[in-house]
């Protein structure tokens, strides 16, 4: 009779572990949203970094829950790129020294292609960007004749327009206003 008892109380404290594994989780998804720096980063890259963060999660309050962790590194040997994003890592790395300007652009660029592979729907946007951007509604997303052809690489500078408020630096792009308007929508900041 009394290992009845026990295994019940065993059993039940179990469940409750068992429970609160799965509610921590499940409120985990992708992570509460955090610029996250390397110990080794200079202080006026984390505090630019902060900056842009916060004037990009402003403008994007409806992928909160999906914006998750980004890194932010710099490199001072980088070649061939002002930046560049690897969604496995989910890290971004720019190219140091930079004028804060330039910084500002390709931060805020690079944090729309982590946009495009964390927030599932990001998909459901592109067909409205497509189209307000004058593609086919069937174009390849990541593909296109240059790279400032390349939708991908159009919706990148779309959000440094929204994030910054200022024209791109990049005069390659040319961005339709019906295009930014379609990112704000999905952004959900106005």
């Known amino acids: 009779m009394s290992t009845k008892p026990r295994l019940t109380v065993i059993w039940l404290r179990s469940w409750h572990f068992l429970i609160a594994g799965w509610l921590l ?11 996250l720096f390397p110990d080794e980063t200079p202080a ?28 932010v590194r710099g490199d001072w040997a980088l070649e061939g790129s002002r930046a560049f994003y690897l969604p496995r890592e989910r890290s ?14 390709s931060l805020t660029h690079e944090l729309a292609h982590h946009l495009e592979h964390v927030c599932s729907d990001h998909t459901l946007m592109r067909k409205d960007f497509l189209e307000a951007q004058g593609h086919a509604p069937d174009a390849q997303w990541f593909e296109g004749p240059s ?9 990148a500078e779309a959000v440094v ?11 390659r792009i ?3 206003s019906e295009a930014t308007d379609v990112v704000r929508k999905w952004g959900g900041a106005g």
């Open 174 to 176: 040319a961005l339709q």
């Open 92 to 105: 971004i790395t720019l190219k140091i020294p930079a004028t804060a300007a330039h910084l500002r652009h």
């Open 25 to 35: 989780m499940g409120s985990c998804g992708t992570g509460t949203p955090a610029l």
């Open 44 to 71: 006026d890259l984390r505090e630019l970094g902060i900056g842009v963060w916060d004037e990009f999660r402003a403008m994007f309050p409806n992928q909160s829950g999906c914006i998750g962790r980004v890194t």
């Open 147 to 155: 790279w400032g052809e390349t939708p991908s690489e159009q919706y």
């Open 161 to 171: 327009r929204l994030v910054l408020g200022r024209p791109v630096i990049n005069y």
